[in-house]
């Protein structure tokens, strides 16, 4: 039985990605990310979700600041 979009998006928890980038590429995302003071996770998340990835709106907050 193929999942809906609803059970894609929610309940699935989280798992490790880890992917090779070009040096020049983790040096901008760590800069901006010193910029914002948003953490890389959130960074790299929210370029997933405008490119059209489904990422939960939940999933993108920083997990070290206090809700």
């Excluded at 998006?9 to 760590?30: D, S």
């Amino acid at each position: 039985m193929k999942p809906n979009k609803l059970e894609i998006l929610v309940g699935q928890g989280e798992e490790t990605l880890q992917v090779q980038v070009p040096a020049v590429t983790k040096r901008a995302v760590h800069i901006r990310s010193a910029e914002t003071g948003d953490p890389m996770r959130v960074l790299v998340l929210k370029a997933l979700a405008a490119y059209g990835f489904p990422v939960p709106e939940q999933a993108i907050t920083d997990r070290r600041k206090p809700q």
